[in-house]
Structure formats: C-alpha cells, structure tokens
C-alpha cells in the first residue's frame, strides 16, 4: 500500500527493438546520407566511376595516361587563360581540399574560441560552413549563421578569424564579394538565369574571406594611360584578388586620409597618371594646390592648368575662381541636365589639395581661413553635379581640422595613427567590419583601404607607385594645353540673365502678443481708458 508521503517514481514504459531491426534502420540511414554525398558531388562520383572502368578495363595504363592526359592539358590551360583555370579548375579543387583539410579540422574550435557559437537547448550550435572557393590569392568561406545572429557579430571577430585559421587578414561580406559576371552569346539568357540565382539575397549567409597568399607585399606598376579617360572607372590600385579597383570620379569628391610616409602621393599621382589623356586633349583640367611648397606637385607643373604653391592669397584666389565657374555653369546647365559631362568645351575641374589642413586648421590668418573655408564648403556641397570636383588628402581627418568631412562621399584610408581615426575617414563602424588602417606595418606605403560601390564592407587595395622618372615623362608627353588656364573666359558665354520680378507686396503684421497684453498696453497709452 502507498502512504502519503511516499516518494512514488514513475519510468515511462520502454519500447524495446529488435537487433535487426536496429541494424537495419542503421544501414538505410548511411545508404541515404551515401547516397545524398553522391548527389551532391556529382564529378568526384563520375571521375571515380570513371577510373574503376579503366583500372577494370586497362589495368594500371587506363588510369596513368587520363592523368598525364589531363595534366597536360590543365597545364596548356593555365598558361593561355591562367583566370578561367583558376575559375573552373584549380580553384573549385584548391578550394574543397582545403574546406576538408584546413578549415573543417579546425572548425568548431574556432567558431568556440572566437565566440561564434551558441547554446541553445542545453547543446552548442556552431554557424555552418557551407562551401570553400579559391582563387590565386583568396579563400571565400560561405558561412550560414546561426538563426539569430547577424553579420556584425563575423565582423566584429574578423581579426580573431584570420589568426584562428593561420593567416593576418579577413574580411566579412553580408553579401556575396564578387559581381555578376556579363554574359553574352548563345547561352547568354540561359546563364543570366542562373547568375540571378546564384547571386540572389540570402540574408541568412555571410561570407568570410580570408588571405591566403599578399599579394599587397610587391610594388603596384604604373596602370597604362587611356587616351581618353573612363571617370566612372579610372584604374589606381590592384585589389588583394589580384583585380583592378576603379574610381568612380565623375559627380564625386575624393578625401585621401592618411599619416605621414604612408602613401598619399601614391594615389595622388596614380590619379593624375590615368586622367593624362584628357589632360592633354583638353578634356580634363587639374587645378593644384601644393601648400608644402610645391614639394609634391612641382615636378609636374606642365600637366596643371592652375598651380598655387607658395602664396595662400593665391590659394584663396584659386578656389574662389572654382566657385566663379561652378556658378556659371549652374546658371547654364540648370534645367538642362542634372549631372555635367565633359566635353572639349566644357571641360572636368578636378581641384587637387595637398595637405588640406593647412588651409582650413593649420592658417594663422582668420580671415584668409574663412575665405576658404567658404570656397571649399561651396564647391564640395555644389561644384560635383557641375563638373568642378575636389580631390583632397590630410594626415588629421579630425572634425576640427576638417569640418566638412561629410560631404566627401569617396574616401580612402591609408596607414594612421589612432584606430579611432578609420571611422573617422571611412566612416562610423569601418574598422569594425575589417579596416585596420591603424595596424598598417612598415612597408605597406600605399596600402589602403577604400569602400567598394554597392557594398558597406571596405576593400583592402594598394596604389601604384609612380617614381620620379615616371612624373618627368608624364610632364613631357602630355601637357596641358597652352589656353587650359583660359576656362574663367568661359563664364559669362549663354549665360541666361536672371529676369527682374517686382517685388510681392507684404501684409503688415501687427506685434506678436497676446490680446490681454495689447489691452494692457492700450489703456497705459491712453490715460487707463482702454481703446
């Protein structure tokens, strides 16, 4: 009999199998997850496939020349299209022998230790590591995040990623790095559909780039000048894919942040290389302002229309004649079109300010300050849809030196000096999504990191290097023209007069008081008698 106050244990009844049962349930499932492998890997399958059937048709010759066979012509393939190898050859089989061996072996360790890994229902839940492409220089880690997490928490723990797998940089993309290749040709609407898939949105995967191989570390040649300038993609840097990275310049200004020996004139003088072309035809005209002295810029005098180096007052000169031209062409050009594009009449003015903070911080003259102060805020809030652009670079990207930073839409950051400086140029929550721009060793002058279009991730690049010999010849075979300076005689030409409008007749208005106070104010007027 049961008292109370008995302690009663209840066991719910077991249900007991069969061993064959057991043994057979075990077998369909590896039979069913073999077989899920086996579609999922349909060439590893064939290839096996087809080297059984020459071992069992051949004996060892079927399977020795296929390989010999193949690796003459993988060879023949890299030597004339070395990127398509890398696409559908080595990069696919670099890549999945690395997801087996290198990163799976160390997976759940770092995803622990990085604090990447969740507990839910008492068992840890690790992000899922989906796929592994590779290229010359890259890993791309395609990562489903664990529901709940966001692409912020990967970013966050980029520097600790790179160190987990044995490499010094990562970056982490919420969308996938690479673009939509163009298609043409037959298949052209075939492959675009899956292109379309391919590059869908999913919000639930990140994707983890790592660096296997610097291919910062050497000097960047010179990129070849164009005869005429693409200003939506002028080549400057090489990118860590060993691809180009192109600035957009047209409608845009360009702020270059950076300490001191860390490579500003690098992409300074890479600019100037790529527009060479348009300098000479006319098409572009570069206006500098060197406050060093004419250290940097002198070298190449003969490419610049305008050139101010040693008298602020010609400084101050300079910008305000920007703002002369801007206003002339908003008058002409306003109902027309929206944005400027350049012509041989109507040329690009890309204004060029070396070591800004000597005019806006550094100037002991307030009112010479103020004046150009005034131009700069001008030309940067108006002068890009006119075709008057302003490319600046700074060592102190601090608001007080530099109080119109925001209305630099391109930046680019160099080596600095203080992590809190990166966000300051590229903008708030860079360095946490992977701009370590303080971190920079000694030799990476020149590297920086710029955002890419489309994307909040920034890119790591690194600029060419443009000698002295090479700026000697860029003066020599491509001038400016001999009426470059000559543009302030345009302002004035169509220009449509503002029509005078009489003047709108306006209401008095009487004082603005409350009724009980005008009484008041009326019966002290009067003697005490109200109105």
Not at 350 to 358: K, L, N
Not at 428 to 446: E, F, I, S, T, V
Not at 509 to 528: A, E, K, V
């Amino acid at each position: 009999m049961t008292t109370a106050g008995d302690l009663m244990v209840i066991r719910p009844r077991r249900l007991e199998l069969p061993v064959w049962l057991i043994a057979l349930g075990l077998v369909l499932r590896w039979l069913w997850r073999g077989l899920w492998w086996c579609l999922r890997h349909p060439v590893a399958v064939g290839l096996v496939v087809a080297g059984a059937s020459l071992y069992r048709e051949f004996g060892r010759s079927g399977v020795i020349v296929p390989v010999v066979l193949a690796a003459a012509v993988s060879a023949l393939w890299r030597w004339r299209q070395e990127s398509s190898w890398w696409t559908w050859c080595a990069g696919p089989i670099l890549g999945r022998f690395r997801q087996l061996f290198v990163y799976r072996r160390a997976w759940r360790e770092a995803m622990t230790l990085c604090g990447l890994a969740k507990v839910y229902d008492h068992r840890t839940v690790l992000p899922e590591l989906l796929r592994v492409r590779s290229d010359q220089a890259l890993d791309v880690l395609t990562i489903r995040m664990v529901r709940g997490q966001t692409p912020e928490e990967f970013q966050k723990a980029t520097a600790n990623l790179a160190y987990a797998f044995g490499r010094r940089h990562a970056r982490v993309y919420s969308e996938r790095p690479d673009d939509p290749p163009i298609r043409s040709g037959y298949w052209a609407l075939v492959m675009t559909a899956v292109d379309r898939l391919r590059f869908r949105d999913r919000p639930s995967m990140v994707y983890l780039v790592v660096v296997r191989t610097d291919a910062l570390r050497t000097l960047v040649d010179p990129f070849d000048i164009p005869s005429v300038p693409d200003f939506t993609a002028l080549p400057l840097a090489r990118r860590e894919d060993l691809r180009h990275w192109c600035l957009h310049l047209l409608a845009t200004h360009v702020l270059i942040g950076g300490a001191t020996r860390s490579g500003k004139g690098s992409v300074l003088w890479s600019l100037v290389r790529v527009l060479a072309g348009g300098i000479s035809s006319g098409l572009v005209r570069l206006w500098v302002i060197d406050p060093k002295g004419g250290m940097e810029f002198a070298m190449g005098r003969p490419l610049f229309a305008r050139f101010a180096c040693k008298s602020f007052e010609a400084m101050a000169d300079l910008l305000d004649e920007a703002v002369t031209v801007m206003r002339e062409r908003q008058t002409r050009l306003a109902g027309a079109v929206r944005v400027h594009t350049p012509t041989l009449d109507d040329p690009l003015v890309v204004v060029v300010i070396d070591e800004m903070a000597a005019l806006t911080a550094y100037l002991q003259d307030v009112d010479l300050r103020k004046r150009i102060a005034g131009s700069l805020g001008l030309l940067l809030s108006q002068g890009a849809g006119v075709g008057v652009l302003v490319v600046a670079a700074l060592q102190d990207p601090r608001k007080e030196v530099l109080p119109f930073r925001d209305l630099f839409p391109t930046r680019i950051a160099l080596g600095l000096t203080e992590a809190a400086q990166v966000d300051l140029v590229l903008g708030d929550g860079a360095r946490n999504r992977g701009a370590l721009a303080d971190q920079m060793p000694r030799w990476a002058k020149g590297v920086g990191y710029v955002i890419l279009d489309g994307t909040p991730e920034p890119a790591r690049v690194r600029f060419s290097y443009i000698s002295d010999d090479h700026i000697r010849e860029l003066a020599a075979e491509y001038p400016a023209p001999a009426d470059a300076a000559d543009i302030l005689a345009q302002v004035g030409r169509e220009t449509a007069t503002e029509p005078t409008r009489p003047p709108l007749p306006r209401q008095r208005r009487g004082p603005l008081l409350p009724d009980s106070l005008l009484n008041i104010l009326d019966r002290d007027t009067d003697g005490g008698e109200p109105r």
